[in-house]
């Protein structure tokens, strides 16, 4: 039995995670039926056998993986089914290299809109933690961070998907695989909050579209916490 370990917050069906999402696209992609383990930021504990800080783990039987690409990497080997484009090097390096664009150039901007409303969807025990580790990973308070969120930003920090999607159904081609999964991950990561900066009939908008229904034919309806604040941050 595949077992998930990821990231919850109050709510413990509320997933958040961009890196847990990725799991999670793929293992509904390849029909492959697993159990979520919530783990809030105060109870890491439960991942200590896996010898790593961050979620998501992954346990398949005997076997033990962390880190989002490398756990796609084992689950496109290991199931050939719904394959994910892992199975070369050139494939891998791809996403690799994809991954690093987003988190450096796509995430910083999107994430910063919701940035208060991932705070306050922590439970009280983990705000403290949430608050501290983000406040020295980023030099700043949250609410100074979060002051220099802008909509323009967030919107133009798609561009280049919006360009590519205009061509091209999904990243990796005609069919979706891990570099559709690692990129739109991180929009549902805002996304489940309410912070939805595409028009719903824009490429990327018709895009995230495919990805989803697809997920929910086979997951059922996603969970999301709209933030009172998500409206000011839509696409005019
Ligand atoms: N490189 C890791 C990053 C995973 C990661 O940053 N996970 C976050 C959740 S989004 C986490 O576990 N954070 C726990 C913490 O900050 O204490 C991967 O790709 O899996």
């Known amino acids: ?6 990231l919850c917050a109050s709510d413990p069906d509320l997933v958040f995670s961009p890196y847990c999402w990725r799991i ?5 992609h390849k029909r492959l039926a697993f159990d979520s383990v919530s783990v809030g930021f105060m109870d890491k504990d439960k991942i200590a056998f896996s010898g790593s800080r961050l979620v998501p783990v992954l346990t398949d039987g005997d076997t033990v993986v962390s880190e989002s690409l490398d756990i796609l990497e084992y689950l496109d080997s ?3 089914q ?3 484009g892992l199975d070369s090097e050139s494939g891998r390096a791809r996403v690799r290299f994809i991954s690093e664009l987003i988190l450096r150039h796509i995430t910083p901007q999107i994430f910063k809109p919701a940035l208060m409303a991932i705070y306050e969807a922590q439970p009280d025990c983990a705000k403290g933690y949430f608050r501290e580790s983000r406040e020295q990973r980023f030099g700043c308070t949250l609410e100074q961070l979060h002051g220099t969120a802008s909509a323009a930003d967030a919107s133009r920090a798609l561009a280049a998907l919006e360009a590519q999607l205009k061509n ?3 990243l990796d081609g005609t069919q979706p695989g891990a570099t559709d999964f690692v990129v739109v ?3 549902i990561f805002t996304w489940v909050f309410g912070f939805q900066y595409w028009k719903d009939d824009s490429a990327v908008g018709q895009w995230f579209n495919r990805l989803l229904d697809a997920y929910v034919a086979v997951m059922g309806p996603v969970k999301r916490q709209i933030h009172p604040a998500a409206s000011r941050y839509a696409p005019a």
């Open 1 to 6: 039995m595949i077992r998930l370990y990821e």
């Open 24 to 28: 999670r696209l793929a293992l509904a």
């Open 78 to 80: 290991t199931y050939g």
């Open 82 to 84: 719904a394959p994910l």
């Open 168 to 170: 091209i159904p999904y």
């Open 185 to 187: 991950s991180h929009l």
